[in-house]
């Protein structure tokens, strides 16, 4: 079974950082594509950033370029999303997925993604 648990939200004042893991379990992630997507209340799933595990291309969000970083870790079969700088628009439950896509051009895009985690909470206080 094909299973993603994401852990590391919390709350965090402005400025803060916050590491976020996603466990991968069921399947090995040597040739994926993994995402992190968030939500805000009311507001549409976006994706924050994405890793092919393949070739190590990654995708940043505008708004979280140069701030957050994405990496992987193939031997404990999790993917990390760091966020540096935060703010109170970075909020939302954070979700990461899993895609065996390959076009560069669906990193951000969610329907593509196969597999999805429960989601954590990330709360950015001003």
């Known amino acids: 079974e094909v299973q993603l648990v994401e852990s590391g939200g919390g709350l965090v004042q402005a400025g803060g950082s916050l590491r976020l893991s996603c466990a991968a379990s069921g399947f090995t992630l040597d040739d994926y594509v993994i995402g992190w997507f968030r939500q805000a209340p009311g507001k549409e799933r976006e994706g924050v950033s994405s890793l092919s595990s393949s070739d190590g291309r990654t995708y940043y969000a505008d708004s979280v370029k140069g701030r957050f970083a994405i990496s992987g870790d193939n031997a404990k079969n999790t993917v990390y999303l760091q966020m540096n700088s935060l703010k109170p628009e970075d909020a939302g439950v954070y979700y990461c997925?899993?895609?065996?896509?390959?076009?560069?051009?669906?990193?951000?895009?969610?329907?593509?993604?196969?597999?999805w985690g429960q989601g954590t909470q990330v709360t950015v206080s001003s």
């Open positions: 997925a899993v895609g065996t896509f390959t076009n560069y051009k669906y990193y951000s895009e969610a329907w593509v993604y196969d597999y």
